[in-house]
């Protein structure tokens, strides 16, 4: 729920003052039941009942004046105070046992109920300001910059500035360059840096409880070392980019060049488990991304009887790099699940996935193999693959670039749109396909049972150690369900490549006539038949959407028992008033 | 007037953003966390060690799938990795985690309040309990950070200590806690779910962990192992099964953690190695200990270290672990230290010629302990069905190896005391299984990988000097001579 009131006030012809407060907040109250004999531990039933409440209050004054000056140049300039409070409380309740089945209600526990609550609370105070000069409507430079207060830092670290300057120069108009062929050229560059705060309450710990043993109460230190010395996060990005037009705008270019780099990034940075926590706030480390965008419109056919091609092509691709981490760290943990870690690892992408593999020929050495040998399996002497002691970096979640192509056909009411999207690179580790391997469920496992279950065996392909190629110098074999299982102690086995591409959607639209929605006193209106997700290929993994990642927070590239995302067919009926 | 109440009114609102915005005063203190306590008094952290550890140690992952079945206790019927040697790497992160960032540093804390608020009995209680729970630890991995551990404020990455120097630093603080323990000074309100401030009983306790510990050292360092038993000794240990340190579950939220596993999982049973032997000699506690066959009512174990079922077996074929620890488990005590295993200690002192008394009537004594600890529950062996089997000659005095068997048999659900001693005695003597991957049945836990992840330098040094280089299953201890 959204709501304001804000004043403006014009105070003489070119200077306008502006007041606004606002405040948006949501409740939302979500309630579990578990009927009796329920696949739980006993079958007595339960609920889970939560409540979520959070509100931002905004409360923001500025003053903003436009000024041409002299004849040629446009001045306008904004200065202002913003005031931010995030508010964030939720109360849960958990019941583990009904004393009567179907009634859910706290006073039909049958064990104490467990209820638990948080709050959380943050204000950032800023002042900022802009300045705007344009000339002659083609060449525009922007400066601003604000500063922010924010309750979650240290004093002493919680004030911070940031800048920007922006520019961007319609040189076909300065130059008088349009034409059909090319009618339309701008540049742009900019360079900007933003702070960024910590989460509340980082800076010291509370303790932490648990349910009280009959009466006694229970408390715990808990795992996280706070800092008392955190600073604000900071960005730094510059862009340059361009924007071009030709053939009257039926085909146009955006491309734009950028580099980021993130530092005293704000991290809960795992730890020695003996240290006695399992992380430690840190501003931990400096993370650059860089880049190209590229997207084109193009408009292949026009015809004089109003049918319409337009097209859209969108492609990015981004490269990171971990370029510095706190103190002497190697890494950083993002994420561990099932002992593969997603990592910030010094001199790697960020997000590169750390564990065992099985044993590999591999350099400076070549130990156990030549040279071209390299990346191939080193199995013992009964066909087995080893596990490799040593940890190594075995993916990484980041895709080598993105992209997608819509293709929109209209023809009078009539109008068609097909969207295809994908990813190309990128890696994923699968855990549902790692436990289903293990398992046998999986229709993969049958590799090495096709005529029973020990016939006719499973071939790794590998060097075995008396240098034979196994698969094409020798056959051993073992059995599938060994060579299954013992995927066991080795994640990398299961990290696959994510590659993708989806027929993301298909929307065929007729536009109702003006004449007889006019009869009811509308404008306009359409009728849609649209599918979402209708089409999946993914040709180096299986078993999976690929992308349906874990979580939405930094951690990607770990999937285990996801839904995929769901595929949709709808009609959809919209009508102007 | 109309225009000069608008001015009026902007101006008011430039003043009042300006001055909340300009003046970050007190901004700071909306980040103090509402949530929870900044300090708590000891009494509500103590009961938090004492359950966490015995939690973990008791709990089925650890028990069950680990310390029961490499001693032959129990078998895994289902899942059977751990069994073959296979151990699963994210589950020795969770019980090196568990106890480092758990209960260890819940009674690091303790003993740091203690200190700072001179609550001698916090000082002393706390040091008596860490030692529990680091022998645990060190028992399972070994090597591991002590003297820098549970220091996170000062150092992420603590070194590895040998573990001689944390038997010395353990038995060091066995003694310094004991000797500061004080009845009539504060103690723990409702927290110590041990002894409920029964400080004479944490004495007891305090000698009695310090006796297992010092026969701990038996063949590696057999000098320091007997001055330190016969210190613990003459200082006095339990004297009674009313001195045993049971964690007594109230039921509900807390419950005996094998009772929890038993409401979901039927993954485990009894070992034929257990179930044999007591059949040799009659045991009553076979009764106790095992249930019968769900088929056919026979008592019937199944072999360790094997893949899959004999052929023609199935699950209903084989004894599950008795009801006292299962169905009917809510509110069954676990077992942290008991009389019975006091008086096997002083029996092998009093064989080994360290204190002067007859090892053969402590050895009887200890087995006739053992058998009436199970009395207050009603369950376990008659007195006459005690007596008759105290008189069978299957039972009869033969030296060392008939206390280390009766031993072995009475630490049943004591998992992590029953593996250190099968790794420290070597009897009864274990089969190794058919399917067992390994050279030898486990005798230590992997290092986890967190530690190769995070501390990798101290980590590898470990590693290194402890045999090998090697982070195996099959590498012994310092104080395992073989």
Redesign the interface.
């Known amino acids: 729920m959204i709501g304001h009131v804000a004043?403006n006030?014009q105070?003489n012809d070119w200077i306008t003052?502006n007041?606004r407060v606002g405040r948006d907040w949501s409740r939302d109250h979500r309630k579990r039941n578990t009927e009796w004999y329920s696949l739980d531990?006993?079958g007595d039933g339960g609920f889970g009942e939560n409540t979520i409440y959070r509100s931002e209050t905004n409360?923001?004054?500025t003053?903003s004046a436009t000024r041409q000056l002299l004849s040629d140049f446009t001045l306008d300039v904004v200065g202002g105070?913003?005031?931010r409070r995030n508010f964030y409380e939720t109360a849960n309740v958990g019941v583990s046992k009904l004393t009567v089945p179907g009634v859910f209600s706290i006073d039909n526990a049958g064990?104490?109920a467990?209820p638990t609550?948080?709050?959380?609370?943050?204000?950032v105070?800023?002042?900022y300001g802009s300045m705007s000069l344009n000339y002659r409507g083609y060449m525009n430079v922007d400066v601003t910059g604000r500063n922010d207060?924010?309750?979650?830092?240290?004093?002493g670290n919680?004030?911070y500035f940031y800048p920007s300057v922006s520019s961007a120069f319609v040189f076909s108009d300065a130059f008088d360059l349009s034409s059909y062929l090319f009618s339309s050229g701008k540049i742009r560059a900019s360079w900007t840096r933003v702070g960024n705060d910590a989460g509340?309450?980082q800076?010291?710990?509370?303790?932490?409880?648990?349910?009280p043993?009959?009466?006694?109460?229970?408390?715990?230190?808990p795992?996280e070392?706070p800092n008392i010395k955190l600073k604000p996060e900071e960005t730094t990005a510059w862009e340059v980019g361009t924007d071009l037009g030709f053939f009257n705008e039926r085909l146009g270019f955006v491309l734009t060049r950028y580099d980021r780099t993130t530092k005293n990034q704000i991290l809960g940075v795992?730890?020695?488990?003996?240290?006695?926590?399992?992380t430690?706030r840190l501003n931990a480390g400096e993370v650059r991304n860089w880049g190209w965008e590229v997207l084109m419109k193009a408009m292949p056919v026009r015809l004089d009887n109003g049918f319409r091609w337009n097209m859209t092509v969108n492609w990015s691709k981004n490269n990171s790099e971990v370029t510095e981490l706190y103190g002497d760290l190697e890494?950083l943990?993002l994420q561990?699940y099932?002992?593969l870690?997603i990592?910030a690892r010094q001199g790697e992408p960020y997000g590169a996935m750390?564990a065992?593999d099985a044993l590999k020929c591999r350099g400076p050495d070549f130990e156990g193999c030549t040279k071209d040998q390299k990346g191939m399996y080193l199995l013992d002497e009964d066909g087995w693959l080893q596990r490799d002691?040593v940890?190594r970096v075995v993916g990484n979640y980041n895709p080598d670039w993105i992209g997608g192509i819509q293709n929109r056909f209209s023809y009078g009411p009539f109008d068609l749109s097909v969207l295809v999207d994908g990813q190309k690179g990128g890696d994923i580790f699968s855990v549902t396909n790692w436990f289903g391997e293990y398992a046998g469920v999986l229709k993969s496992t049958l590799k090495g049972r096709e005529n029973d279950w020990d016939d006719p065996g499973y071939l790794n392909k590998g060097v075995l150690p008396d240098g034979r190629i196994n698969g094409v110098d020798a056959d051993v074999r073992i059995l599938s369900q060994d060579r299954f299982e013992g995927n066991?102690?080795m994640q990398g086995l299961t990290v696959d490549d994510a590659t993708y591409m989806k027929l993301r959607e298909v929307r065929l639209g007729y536009e109702l006539p003006a004449s007889w929605l006019a009869r009811f006193g509308f404008y306009g209106g359409n009728v849609a038949l649209i599918g979402r997700n209708l089409l999946l290929w993914a040709p180096n993994i299986e078993n999976i959407d690929p992308e349906t990642a874990f979580d939405a927070s930094n951690v990607q590239g770990i999937e285990f028992g996801q839904f995929p995302s769901a595929r949709s067919i709808g009609l959809t009926f919209t009508i102007t008033p | 007037m109309k225009n000069k109440s608008r001015v009026a009114f902007s101006a008011l609102l430039v003043g009042l953003v300006f001055a909340a915005v300009a003046c970050s005063d007190g901004l700071t203190d909306l980040n103090e966390n509402p949530n929870g306590p900044t300090a708590v008094p000891v009494e509500f952290l103590l009961p938090t060690a004492i359950q966490g550890a015995v939690g973990n140690a008791w709990g089925s992952g650890q028990s069950l799938s680990h310390t029961s079945i490499w001693p032959q206790h129990t078998v895994q019927i289902q899942y059977p990795d751990e069994e073959r040697g296979i151990v699963r790497p994210s589950t020795m992160d969770g019980y090196w985690s568990g106890y480092y960032t758990g209960s260890l540093k819940d009674i690091q804390t303790v003993i740091d309040i203690g200190v700072e608020t001179e609550h001698v009995n916090a000082e002393g209680v706390g040091r008596i309990w860490k030692s529990f729970v680091f022998h645990i630890l060190t028992d399972y991995f070994g090597d591991v950070p002590y003297s820098d551990a549970l220091n996170g404020e000062e150092n992420t990455l603590p070194v590895y200590d040998a573990q001689a120097d944390i038997y010395d630093g353990m038995l060091a603080d066995l003694t310094a806690g004991v000797g500061m323990l004080n009845a009539s000074a504060q103690a723990f309100g409702g927290g110590d779910l041990l002894y409920a401030n029964d400080m004479a009983a944490w004495r007891k306790f305090g000698n009695s962990l310090r006796m297992r510990l010092a026969m701990r050292l038996s063949e590696v360092d057999p000098a320091t192992a007997q001055a330190q038993f016969t210190a613990a000794y003459n200082a006095g240990g339990f004297t009674s099964n009313d001195d045993n340190a049971l964690l007594d579950y109230p039921g509900g939220t807390y419950r005996f953690p094998l009772y929890a596993n038993y409401l979901g999982r039927d993954d485990h049973a009894m070992s034929s190695t257990m179930v044999d032997t007591l059949k040799s000699m009659s045991d009553p506690r076979l009764f106790l200990f095992a249930e019968p066959a769900a088929t056919d009512g026979e008592y019937r174990g199944h072999g360790n270290g094997r893949q899959s079922l004999p052929a023609g077996q199935s699950l209903g074929d084989i004894s599950r672990i008795g009801n006292f620890w299962r169905a009917d488990g809510e509110t069954t005590p676990a077992t942290v230290l008991t009389y019975a295993e006091v008086l096997f200690l002083q029996a092998e002192a009093a064989e080994r010629g360290w204190i002067s008394a007859d090892p053969a009537t402590l050895y009887m004594d200890a087995i006739e302990a053992h058998m009436n600890q199970y009395d207050p529950y009603g369950v376990g062996p008659t007195d006459t069905e005690i007596a008759d089997y105290l008189a069978s000659p299957a039972v009869a005095y033969a030296g060392m190896n008939s206390i280390y068997l009766q031993k072995w048999i009475s630490l049943f659900m004591t998992g992590p005391e029953a593996w250190s001693h099968i790794r420290r005695t070597g009897v009864p003597h274990l089969e190794m299984g058919p399917d067992l991957q390994l050279s030898r049945i486990p005798v230590r836990m992997p290092y986890p990988d967190t530690e190769q992840a995070l501390n990798s330098v101290n980590l590898n040094a470990a590693v290194a000097r402890q045999g090998g280089g090697i982070n195996d299953l099959v590498t012994p201890l310092w104080w395992d001579a073989g």
Request: hydrophobic share 35%; charged share 15%; glycine share 6%.
């Open positions: 004043v006030y105070i003052a007041a531990d006993a409360a923001d004054l003053v105070g913003n005031l064990t104490p467990s609550d948080y709050l959380s609370e943050r204000e105070r800023s002042l207060w924010s309750s979650t830092l240290p004093e919680n004030s509340p309450y800076l010291a710990s509370v303790y932490g409880s648990s349910q043993w009959g009466s006694t109460a229970m408390f715990n230190v795992n070392l795992q730890v020695s488990r003996a240290s006695g926590f399992s430690q890494t943990v561990s099932w002992s870690n990592e750390f065992n002691p940890r066991w102690g």
